[in-house]
């Protein structure tokens, strides 16, 4: 397989303004909405990255029918849950856990079979806590050996549950949501901290009633979705590249226009600013249920802290930037209460931890969190673990290290961002790509 390789070479000054791709988690749930409900959904902004792609995918084998329009907008023309069939191979969801898992969820009630799968990074990720829950409203799901491939069988109707979930996921709580819209009675979910909710404010405009508060949510079933029309925002974690780019290197600032500010995504915000980024809110609005606004940044002098727990779900994909940026801070950062980090498209932890070691940062591990110690990055020759996470964070840390940062197998960044390359060399980054085995 050809690798692609990125070159990031430190650089005196970045600026301007840039947007950024759509919200992959939006995305992914206007496809999965938008397939069972009775009339078409309309989606603005749709993020065409390989994981979304990957959904979309799975539900056209499903018989459900997406049009491309020459708007650039998608219409997504469900006709109810019992329009998808059975599809005659599995579903590959290829990277992304939010597809498989709210996949899952959405396909536990209704009267087909299925099997879903993925590539080697996503059959090595825990799928026992999306299965536990399905199961116990009375789902016939089983994993192998708690990853994909799962195989799904109809089971008849689902019924509701009260579900206290062990760990604060989107992805749990959301597929439960899916399937609570096929089960009987009201599905209540406890949540140990507050997670995205996108599916609760996307389920409301198509006109199911969902109720709650930050840790607990209520949906009674069964229920059935209307049409209606999704903008999709930019993706507040694609954002965060440029967020943290900013801080470390953008002498006059950098404004990223149109990004998603849900609450409930933008924890990296408040851990920059206590580290002393000089971070401003512009033009706060709303897209349907979602808020934006343009951010706006500039070259600040970070100082380490120690982030407050809470923050952790609210940031929870923006920790592999977030190292870069505790590693350019003065002091140290010590995270904990991040285990989650160790199952996501790679071991964020081990990850980072050894990309950052190889540009001469010092840092301790610990089973749920790290420890950075700042300094100055040195430069060097390091791999993405194919996580494209990873791969854009060390980018951003080739801004101000000292010699430049090659980072191989970066062509997953396709799964959240196609084209970043090009859109941080918009911005005053010194990224070369290279193609080569
Ligand atoms: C997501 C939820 C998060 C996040 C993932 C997207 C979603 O996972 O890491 O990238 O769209 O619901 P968890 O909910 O499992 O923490």
């Not at 199961?135 to 016939?140: Q, V, W």
């Not at 140290?332 to 964020?348: I, Q």
Request: aromatic share 2%; charged share 20%; glycine share 12%.
């Amino acid at each position: 397989m050809s690798d692609v390789r990125w070159v990031s070479h430190p650089v005196a000054s970045i600026g301007g303004t840039l947007t950024v791709p759509g919200d992959k988690s939006i995305s992914h749930r206007a496809l999965l909405l938008g397939a069972v409900a009775d009339d078409p959904v309309l989606v603005r902004g749709f993020l065409a990255g390989e994981d979304c792609l990957a959904t979309r995918h799975a539900l056209e084998q499903m018989g459900v029918r997406v049009e491309d329009r020459e708007d650039g907008s998608l219409a997504v023309h469900g006709a109810g849950p019992e329009s998808l069939r059975a599809s005659t191979s599995p579903l590959d969801l290829g990277n992304s856990g939010t597809g498989i898992r709210l996949l899952t969820g959405l396909l536990a009630g209704l009267p087909i079979d299925s099997v879903l799968t993925g590539d080697p990074s996503l059959r090595r990720r825990p799928m026992e806590r999306v299965a536990v829950p399905l199961r116990a409203m009375g789902a016939d799901i089983v994993t192998s050996d708690g990853c994909p491939p799962i195989t799904i069988r109809s089971s008849g109707r689902l019924r509701a549950i009260d579900y206290t979930m062990p760990v604060a996921s989107a992805q749990v709580k959301s597929a439960i949501l899916l399937a609570a819209l096929n089960a009987d009675g009201q599905t209540t979910i406890r949540q140990p901290a507050v997670s995205r909710d996108h599916t609760e404010r996307m389920l409301q405009t198509l006109g199911a009633e969902v109720s709650g508060d930050d840790t607990e949510i209520r949906l009674t079933g069964p229920c059935r979705l209307g049409g209606g029309e999704i903008g999709v925002p930019g993706d507040f974690s694609s954002a965060a590249f440029f967020v943290v780019a900013g801080l470390l290197a953008a002498d006059h600032g950098l404004t990223i226009e149109g990004v998603g500010i849900n609450p409930t995504r933008i924890g990296l915000l408040k851990m920059l600013q206590a580290m002393g980024g000089e971070i401003e809110i512009a033009a706060p609005r709303m897209l349907g249920q979602e808020p934006v606004a343009d951010i706006r940044v500039r070259r600040s002098r970070l100082v380490g802290i120690d982030v407050e727990q809470a923050w952790v779900p609210l940031a929870i994909d923006e920790f592999p930037v977030f190292f870069v940026a505790a590693a350019a801070a003065s002091g140290t950062t010590r995270v904990s209460g991040a285990a989650e980090l160790r199952v996501k498209e790679s071991d964020r932890i081990e990850a980072m931890a050894s990309a950052l070691e190889t540009v001469g940062i010092r840092v301790e591990t610990a089973s749920d969190g790290m420890t950075v110690h700042g300094g100055q990055m040195t430069g060097g020759t390091l791999d993405s673990h194919g996580d494209h996470r990873i791969a854009m964070a060390m980018a951003v840390a080739g801004l101000i290290s000292r010699s430049p940062i090659t980072i191989g197998d970066t062509a997953n960044a396709a799964t959240s961002f196609p084209g970043f390359a090009a859109a941080a060399a918009g911005v005053g980054f010194n990224i070369c790509e290279e193609r080569g085995p």
